[in-house]
């Protein structure tokens, strides 16, 4: 009677797991989709949890020197970035003709008494290209060239 008794309750306990595996599965046989996405929630925060634990955190000492050595390196790698920038300008500059250094002069083409008046003319525009222009500036700078 005892084997009868316990294959009974074995049969109600597997229709009692059907039962509830029916109210949350799907067709597929899978939870349906809420159950499912909070259940892999819970996953995660459980494998987060475990993971935050295995970090070793680093000591002061090491902390310094780790950045001092991003520090050089950052210079390091900057002033050569900086090396091939500079160099390529210089190229591009000599391949095109261009010399920064190089100031025309209207002074040298004209001779005799324009020569004068080219002078003035040159050294107005430079103080107007310098300073903020100014009413007093820009007068001169149209006399001149009227003249």
């Given at each position: 009677?005892?084997?009868?008794?316990?294959?009974?309750?074995?049969?109600?306990?597997?229709?009692?797991?059907?039962?509830?595996?029916k109210k949350v599965?799907?067709?597929?046989g899978?939870?349906?989709?809420?159950?499912?996405?909070?259940k892999k929630?819970?996953?995660?925060?459980?494998?987060?949890?475990?993971?935050?634990?295995?970090?070793?955190?680093p000591?002061?000492?090491t902390?310094?020197?780790?950045?001092?050595?991003?520090?050089?390196?950052?210079?390091?790698?900057?002033?050569?970035?900086?090396l091939?920038?500079?160099?390529?300008?210089?190229?591009?500059?000599?391949?095109?003709?261009?010399?920064?250094?190089e100031?025309?002069?209207?002074?040298?083409?004209?001779p005799?008494?324009?020569?004068?008046?080219?002078?003035?003319?040159?050294?107005?525009?430079?103080?107007?290209?310098?300073?903020?222009?100014t009413?007093?500036?820009?007068?001169?700078?149209?006399?001149?060239?009227?003249?």
């Amino acid at each position: 009677m005892a084997k009868d008794q316990n294959a009974e309750a074995a049969k109600k306990v597997a229709e009692a797991e059907k039962s509830s595996k029916k109210k949350v599965a799907g067709k597929d046989g899978q939870p349906n989709a809420f159950a499912r996405f909070f259940k892999k929630i819970g996953q995660f925060f459980k494998d987060l949890k475990g993971e935050t634990k295995k970090i070793i955190w680093p000591d002061a000492k090491t902390v310094w020197k780790s950045t001092g050595v991003v520090i050089v390196v950052v210079i390091i790698i900057g002033a050569g970035i900086w090396l091939v920038d500079f160099g390529l300008s210089k190229g591009i500059d000599v391949v095109l003709g261009i010399n920064v250094n190089e100031t025309t002069s209207a002074v040298a083409e004209l001779p005799g008494e324009e020569e004068a008046e080219a002078e003035v003319v040159t050294e107005a525009a430079t103080e107007a290209a310098t300073e903020a222009p100014t009413e007093a500036a820009t007068e001169a700078v149209t006399e001149a060239v009227s003249e």
